[in-house]
């Protein structure tokens, strides 16, 4: 069975040679934005693991979701995964960018499901709350796109 080991939005991810992940912004929880509606391209991080044995040809979807639940965005993985030689379990890292349009403000989820159509979660999605940065608003910067984990 494909199990979640770490699903989360960076500031930015990419993966080395050897398959490791180099991530900044970890957890990248919100973003301010200057105008809505935008398109947003956010680097997502996932990290998947199975028992040898099965899953030899795995998929899944990470979709986002607008505020109302209505998926917006979403990424489709699937890959031959053999064993790991003679270790009992397998390990796979992922980094894309996933990206989908923002037409209002407020709280955003992220999942990893079995659909594309994010109806069968594998694991919990996480929220990522986007709110415009307007000026004078009290204990808010105005500045386009900025994150905070």
């Not at 992922?94 to 694991?123: C, Q, R, W």
Request: aromatic share 10%; with cysteine; net charge negative.
């Amino acid at each position: 069975m494909l199990n979640i080991a770490a699903l989360f939005v960076a500031g930015s991810a990419a993966l080395d040679d050897n398959g490791a992940i180099y991530a900044t912004g970890i957890p990248t929880t919100w973003y301010r934005v200057d105008q809505i509606p935008l398109l947003a391209i956010v680097p997502i991080v996932l990290v998947v693991h199975a028992r040898s044995g099965g899953d030899y040809d795995a998929e899944l979807h990470v979709v986002c979701k607008d505020p109302a639940w209505e998926p917006c965005g979403s990424l489709e993985a699937s890959w031959h995964w053999p064993d790991d030689g003679d270790r009992p379990s397998k390990y796979r890292c992922f980094t894309e960018n996933l990206s989908f349009p923002v037409e209002a403000e407020g709280e955003y989820t992220i999942g990893a499901y079995y659909d594309p159509h994010g109806k069968i979660e594998m694991a919990t999605p996480v929220p990522v709350s986007i709110a415009l940065a307007a000026a004078g608003r009290a204990g808010e910067v105005p500045e386009a796109a900025e994150a905070d984990g």
